[in-house]
């Protein structure tokens, strides 16, 4: 067995260490847990960056992998990072210590709590995109309901408790059918290892596609909810409106993702030849998709509402570039995965500054802010810029490199798409304009504070950010490209080989070797 | 001095949790009349310390395996495991009930008597290898639950769910007595291993398999399948709340234990046909249980829905019929007594005085109010809607495993969905906690130290389960494997 490294479990748990430090302060002590909160997550995002350097870009295989056993012989904990998944973590590393910042003055009531909960999702997270381990991966995967279910629960705006029931029913009922999904894989292959299993099912068990196409059905249907694909995604607005702001950044800017990274990791390696037959119809929802979330963004009056439908448009973007089975535009999707989670996360970061003045959502609200307060709405601006998708900032590199595969493959649903970045330049634009520009219209907001050095720093970084993303993005590409290229070869395998698997007397005899023991037959 | 034979001394060391527990109600009955009314809690320690010296022994008969008293008695894995799960349980009732009675004046010797009768009833129930050994242990329990049922004695619910245990109860056993009578008119024998032969040798006929259809609806009402479960929401309600906990998880573990012990051994000839009877009580039990629960608004009812519930994943495993699907039982059934008897724990502290705080309201904002005990009511609730990293999920998840490897699929999948259905109630006391206001007429009150032990066990066991089950899952293994399936 190779050397184990420990970096990734250090940077899975690592947060939770932070839980009961913060436990051993006085609950009336905000100052301190907020401080120790936000080092805890700054410490963390710093020895993310470890991961940087020791990173091969040029391995296709997992990296930092540690693999001990933990419950029987099956079940092991199993960790390591790819190219797909190094940066969602480190995504999940710079915006927490945002999300912390951001809530520094906006939260008063049991704040003990809240930066536990901050940090108990962090874990979770970061748990999901290294864990190797089809069981341990479900383990994280459920664990980031709970906090963020608090999250919103608790510290939401008025219809926290419904947004919050809502959020966790959806997302359970997604995630239990990939359970039975997970163990019936586990029945076939004796393990929950995510690499043996990929291999087995390639050359040893091949499923019938019927089986397959069902397994794929489960799997997908848990993380499209998560995404969320047209027409799963109404459990969205509600959660994200009602969630307090660095529930709303975490939620937008990385747990989405949860969604779509799983259907790169589990639904095309796994099951390529259902992926490949459910691809015209998964690409057909994600362009209604983007179409429909960006329509529905134009016309809220909500300022937070329309940022979440813009979630829905973008994801939706993600969603046809992975199925566009495209080295290019899948590429480009996990480009615009760590875009939207900061382009995204940005505007609700903003839009969190506004509620934390006036306490309302309303855009009639608003209306000539830039005069009271030109560096915040100057910022506003600038993040709205990189959602639309403008040359030079991430979104550009990210929908741009999608649109290229896609068109390489389906002309057609390249143009549709594209008519989603035409409307997000409408929708975020004209948002800019009625909360921005003109005569200031409702007095009270002529003497509104501009952006305080706390908030400065967080827009700074996150421009930051989103420039460096846009011009520097062969460094993020570099890295992915091996991995993509492999995790290519194995999506699109029904093209290349391995056609003799269709054939029943193979797929017979796999059944008979499975099937060790009598078994009873329902 | 007469020497004793060996033989008989094998006997008594292969009985010895249940003498022991025997031995110390009689203990607790003649001390009762020699302590005056305030100092009878003593009672409680003895009782505890008898369940203790119970596990002890249990440690000692298993040195031993082996059958006992010509072969009416069977002391392996399987039957360790099972006094493990029951006996611990009943300690935790005990622990939970010592300042409840206190509080509601009922603070009396037979009280604990009782619940170590009821218990060594149980271990027989688990250990029994022959029919009317286990129908005399059937109702050793089954009589001192009906009594501990209505010990609220001034409380009419507390009389009805007594009376109601009773009559239903009765009948449920005549079933059972019924059944033996059949088999053992079919086989000639109401020894277990026995049986198996005799089935074995020749196929089995209609009145054998009638004989199991009766013992099937005798065993049912007690571990509360559909549609046998009528009895269980109004019982559960009514009694005292640390005897619900006892009796929502002892007797269901060591009633399971014996079904499995004569559907999977036994009669595992006729597994085609009980298997559809299993089936679809298992999805009546669930749906019945999860929809009845979500419209509940008093959470100790909920909860007694919510084991109907579990019943039926319990029964998802027990459709397996091989040696994963007995571990998986087992092991769901260990971290089902732990979650099931903290969550009712809970309730006979939060119940107050005369059990008048049982709405889902009445524990509105106790997340702010006494934050550990709503943590640990939190952590129960979770582990019973199944979330990772608590036993009640790798029960589950074994479970599901368990019935998948024997390709009982559709079975799996309504499971699966009954228990995203699961999920909306238990997370409503949750968010009543966490979510809603303070009730302005509450005042938390001081959780008692021994309360607050039974609940940091079930806790700490809960999450144990949850994350490294490995030695636990072992030993289930190794019990399963002892029962000698087919």
């Known amino acids: ?522 | 001095m007469i020497p004793i034979p060996a033989e008989q001394l094998a006997n008594i060391q292969r009985l010895a949790p249940e003498i022991v527990l025997c031995v110390f109600g009689v203990l607790i009955m003649c001390t009762d009349p020699f302590l005056r009314a305030a100092n009878r809690k003593v009672l409680g320690w003895i009782g505890f310390i008898g369940t203790l010296a119970a596990l002890g022994s249990v440690w000692f008969a298993a040195q031993n395996p082996g059958p006992a008293y010509s072969n009416l008695i069977r002391v392996d894995q399987f039957s360790i495991f099972v006094h493990v799960v029951v006996i611990a349980a009943s300690a935790l009732a005990v622990l939970g009930s010592l300042n409840y009675l206190n509080a509601e004046g009922i603070q009396r010797g037979e009280y604990y008597a009782l619940v170590l009768f009821a218990t060594a009833g149980m271990g027989i129930l688990a250990g029994a290898n022959e029919l009317v050994t286990a129908f005399i242990g059937l109702e050793m329990s089954s009589i001192s639950t009906y009594i501990l049922a209505g010990f609220r004695r001034r409380a009419l619910q507390s009389n009805e769910a007594s009376l109601k245990y009773f009559i239903l109860g009765s009948f449920a056993t005549a079933f059972f007595l019924y059944g033996i009578a059949m088999i053992y008119g079919a086989t000639g024998t109401t020894q277990l291993d026995l049986v198996q032969h005799a089935l074995e040798a020749t196929p089995a006929g209609a009145l054998s398999i009638l004989g199991l259809g009766l013992i099937f609806v005798g065993l049912g009402f007690k571990v509360v399948a559909a549609p046998f479960q009528i009895y269980a929401p109004d019982v559960y309600e009514g009694a005292p709340t640390p005897v619900t906990a006892l009796l929502a998880s002892a007797p269901k573990a060591a009633t399971f234990a014996l079904m499995l012990r004569i559907f999977d051994t036994s009669f595992a000839t006729v597994g085609h046909l009980w298997f559809w009877a299993i089936w679809g009580s298992a999805i009546l039990t669930m749906s019945i249980g999860n929809l009845a629960a979500l419209a509940q608004t008093n959470v100790k009812r909920m909860l007694a829905y919510s084991s109907i519930a579990h019943a039926g994943y319990i029964l998802v495993a027990f459709t397996a019929s091989t040696a994963v699907g007995v571990a998986a039982v087992l092991f769901y059934l260990a971290a089902y007594a732990l979650m099931k008897v903290g969550a009712f724990l809970v309730l006979t502290h939060l119940g107050q005085q005369g059990e008048k705080r049982l709405e889902i309201q009445d524990y509105a904002g106790l997340g702010s109010k006494q934050p550990i005990l709503a943590a640990c009511f939190s952590l129960f609730l979770l582990s019973l809607l199944g979330l990772p990293a608590t036993g009640g999920f790798l029960g589950k998840f074994f479970a599901f495993q368990a019935a998948l490897d024997s390709r009982v699929v559709w079975l799996v999948v309504i499971a699966a969905i009954n228990s995203v259905i699961g999920a909306f109630y238990y997370l409503r006391v949750i968010v009543a906690m966490y979510f809603w206001e303070p009730s302005k007429d509450y005042t938390p009150t001081h959780v008692a130290p021994a309360l607050t032990a039974a609940l940091l066990i079930a806790a700490a066991g809960t999450l144990y389960l949850g994350l490294l089950p490995s030695r636990v899952l072992i030993f289930a293994k190794a019990a399963a494997d002892s029962l000698s399936l087919r």
């Open chain 1, 1 to 522: 067995m190779q050397s184990q490294s420990l970096l990734l479990t250090v940077i899975t748990f690592l947060p939770l260490l932070g839980v009961p430090a913060l436990l051993f302060l006085r609950s009336e002590d905000h100052i301190w847990i907020r401080r120790i909160a936000l080092a805890i997550s700054i410490a963390e995002f710093g020895i993310s960056l470890f991961l940087l350097p020791g990173f091969a870009g040029a391995n296709p295989n997992y990296q930092f992998v540690e693999n001990r056993e933990w419950i029987g012989e099956a079940i092991h904990y199993h960790v390591g990072v790819d190219g797909i998944s190094l940066f969602l973590v480190l995504l999940t590393t710079f915006l927490t210590p945002l999300a912390i910042l951001c809530s520094w003055n906006s939260i008063h009531e049991k704040v003990k709590g809240f930066f536990i909960a901050i940090l108990v999702i962090e874990t979770a997270m970061i748990g999901v995109f290294v864990s190797l381990d089809l069981f341990l991966f479900f383990v994280f995967w459920e664990l980031t309901l709970i906090p963020m279910y608090f999250l919103i629960g608790i510290w939401g705006h008025d219809r926290r408790i419904y947004a919050a029931v809502k959020f966790i029913l959806y997302t359970m009922f997604g995630s239990i059918l990939m359970l039975v999904a997970i163990l019936w894989l586990y029945n076939l292959t004796n393990t929950f290892d995510l690499p043996t299993i990929q291999a087995a099912l390639q050359f040893r068990v091949p499923l019938p596609p019927r089986t397959e196409l069902l397994l794929f059905g489960a799997f997908f249907l848990a993380f499209a909810i998560k995404v969320p694909l047209f027409p799963l995604h109404t459990w969205l607005p509600d959660a994200h409106t009602e969630a307090p702001t660095a529930g709303s950044v975490i939620l937008a800017g990385v747990m989405l993702k949860l969604g779509t990274y799983g259907m790169l990791r589990f639904c095309l390696p796994l099951f390529p030849d259902a992926a490949h037959r459910a691809a015209p119809y998964i690409g057909v929802l994600a362009i209604i998709g983007i179409v429909y979330g960006a329509l529905v963004a134009t016309v809220q009056h909500d300022l937070k509402r329309l940022v979440a439908y813009t979630s829905v448009s973008h994801l939706g973007f993600v969603v046809l570039g992975i199925f566009a089975f495209n080295t290019i535009s899948i590429q480009g999707a996990i480009y615009q995965m760590l875009n939207h989670g900061i382009s995204t996360g940005g505007l609700f970061l903003a839009v969190g500054m506004l509620y934390d003045r006036r306490h309302t959502h309303e855009i009639k609200e608003f209306g000539g802010l830039a005069t009271p307060m030109p560096i915040l709405m100057s910022g506003f601006l600038f993040i709205s810029l990189s959602s639309l998708a403008l040359p030079l900032m991430n979104g550009f590199v990210g929908e741009f490199l999608i649109l290229i595969g896609v068109y390489q493959q389906h002309a057609a649903w390249a143009s549709w798409a594209a008519s989603g970045a035409v409307l997000s330049a409408i929708y975020l634009l004209w948002a800019y304009q009625r909360v921005a520009l003109g005569e200031v219209t409702v007095e009270k907001n002529r003497t509104l504070p501009d952006a305080s050095n706390r908030e400065r720093l967080i827009l700074a970084t996150i421009a930051t950010a989103i420039l460096f993303m846009g011009v520097a993005s062969p460094l993020f590409t570099r890295r992915m490209e091996s991995a993509t290229d492999n995790f290519l070869q194995h999506a699109n395998r029904p093209q290349n080989a391995s056609h003799p698997k269709l054939t029943l007397p193979s797929v017979k005899a796999a059944e008979v070797a499975i099937a060790g023991k009598d078994r009873i037959q329902p």
